[in-house]
C-alpha cells in the first residue's frame, strides 16, 4: 500500500504540474483558417528541445522510461538511479546538415548520498557568422568580422531508486544563452519519475522539464550613452539600459510507456534464446510552445553487444507542408556497440534523423560505466 500511495502522490504532482502545458493548442507553423495561432518560436531556450545522444537520437526521442545512466539527466532525471558506479557519457552533435550548427553534451554520475548525484552539460553554438550592421551589410570589422550565438544548460541533479521498480529524480538548470555582451539567463528545476509494472516488461514514465521563471535579455550591446544637460551647465553623459521583454523557458511534459518485448524471463514473448533482445516504447511530448508529439521506437539487442535502432516523430505541425523530402522528417535510425572495458562496459552509438528542410542531425556519442 505504501508503494501505490507513493505513485499516487507522483503521478497527481506530474498531472497538476503538466496541467497548464495543454494550453498550446494543434496547428502550423503560420495561422490558417482552419488552424489557430500557436506559440512557436515564443519561448527562450529553444535549443533544451534537442535531445542529447545518440540512442535517444536513433529512437527518435523515445527513451523517456527505459533511458539511464548519464544522458537521463536530459530525458528523464529519474532513470540516472540506475548507475551502480561512477559513470560517464559524451556525444558531439552536428546538426542540420551543412548549416554549421553544433551541439555537445557531457555528464558524470556518481553514487552519492544514498542516491546518484550528477552533473551535466549541454551546449549549443552557431559556430561563426558574419558580423553585419545597417551602414555594411556585407560585412562590419568593427569589434570583430564574426561572432557566435552560444546556448548552455548546466545542471545539478539527484536520483534514488525508492523500491525495486521505481526510480525519481530532480535536477536544477542554470541556463543561458545568446552571444558576446549580450544574453539571457534563467534557474529551472526539471523532475522525473520510472515506474517497471512488472507486468511482460513494461515501464512507465514521466518527465516534466525546464519549469522555471522569466528573465530579460542583458549586457553591454543593449545599453546607451544619453547625453543629459544639468541646468544648462554642463552635459552629463548618463547610461541606461534597452528593455527588453521579459522571455519565458519552453516548459515540456512528456510521458512513455516502454516493453520489453523479448530478452528476459518478465518479456512479453519471455527469455527466447536468451542472445537477442527487442524493446520499443511510445512517447507523448507536450509544452507550452510546441504541438502535442508522439514517438515511436524499436531497439534491437544481440548479446547485449550489437544494437539496432529506428524510431519515427510526429510534430503535428504542419512543418514538412511544401518540402521535397518531407517524408523523411522525424525518421530517425542508428547503432550502437556494447564492449567490456576495465570492468566496465563502454558504449558507442551513432544516430541519424531526417529534418526535412533542415537536412538532418547526426549524433556521435560513448559512454563508460555499469
Not at 178 to 201: C, P
Amino acid at each position: 500500500m505504501k508503494i501505490l500511495r507513493n505513485i499516487g502522490v507522483l503521478g497527481a504532482a506530474t498531472t497538476l504540474l503538466a496541467a497548464p502545458l495543454s494550453a498550446q493548442g494543434p496547428g502550423g507553423l503560420l495561422p490558417t483558417p482552419e488552424t489557430k495561432a500557436t506559440r512557436q518560436g515564443t519561448r527562450g531556450g529553444n535549443f533544451l528541445h534537442i535531445g542529447v545522444g545518440a540512442r535517444g537520437g536513433a529512437l527518435a526521442g523515445a527513451i523517456g522510461s527505459t533511458v539511464n545512466g548519464p544522458t537521463a539527466w536530459y530525458w528523464n532525471p529519474a532513470g540516472a538511479a540506475t548507475s551502480e558506479a561512477i559513470s560517464f557519457a559524451g556525444g558531439y552533435q552536428n546538426l542540420y546538415g551543412d548549416l554549421g550548427l553544433t551541439q555537445s553534451y557531457a555528464a558524470v554520475n556518481v553514487p552519492l548520498l544514498g542516491g546518484v548525484v550528477g552533473i551535466s552539460l549541454n551546449s549549443l553554438s552557431s559556430g561563426e557568422i558574419k558580423r553585419t550592421t545597417e551602414a555594411n551589410p556585407f560585412g562590419e570589422r568593427l569589434g570583430g568580422s564574426t561572432f557566435s550565438w552560444t546556448s548552455t544548460a548546466a545542471s545539478l541533479g539527484y536520483a534514488k531508486r525508492l523500491t525495486d521498480r521505481l526510480n525519481v529524480g530532480t535536477q536544477i538548470k542554470y541556463i543561458t544563452e545568446g552571444i558576446t555582451d549580450a544574453g539571457t539567463s534563467w534557474v529551472a528545476a526539471d523532475i522525473g519519475t520510472q515506474f517497471n509494472t512488472g507486468l511482460y516488461g513494461v515501464t512507465i514514465g514521466g518527465a516534466i522539464r525546464n519549469v522555471g521563471g522569466s528573465a530579460r535579455a542583458g549586457g553591454a550591446l543593449l545599453q546607451r550613452v544619453v547625453q543629459d544637460s544639468v541646468r544648462a551647465q554642463f552635459i552629463e553623459g548618463r547610461r541606461v539600459d534597452l528593455w527588453t521583454r521579459p522571455t519565458e523557458l519552453p516548459a515540456t511534459f512528456q510521458f512513455s510507456l516502454g516493453s520489453q518485448l523479448l530478452g528476459t524471463a518478465d518479456a512479453l514473448f519471455g527469455k527466447g534464446s536468451g542472445n537477442n533482445s527487442l524493446n520499443t516504447e511510445f512517447t507523448l511530448t507536450d509544452g507550452t510552445d510546441i504541438a502535442t508529439q508522439y514517438a515511436i521506437g524499436l531497439e534491437y539487442g544481440y548479446k547485449n553487444m550489437f544494437f539496432v535502432r529506428g524510431g519515427k516523430r510526429m510534430y503535428n505541425d504542419d512543418r514538412d507542408t511544401g518540402i521535397d523530402n518531407a517524408g523523411t522528417l522525424g525518421l530517425a535510425g542508428g547503432f550502437g556497440i556494447k564492449v567490456p572495458l576495465l570492468g566496465r562496459q563502454m558504449r558507442f552509438d551513432y544516430s541519424y534523423q531526417g529534418a526535412g528542410a533542415l537536412q538532418n542531425v547526426q549524433i556521435f556519442s560513448f559512454e563508460v560505466g555499469r
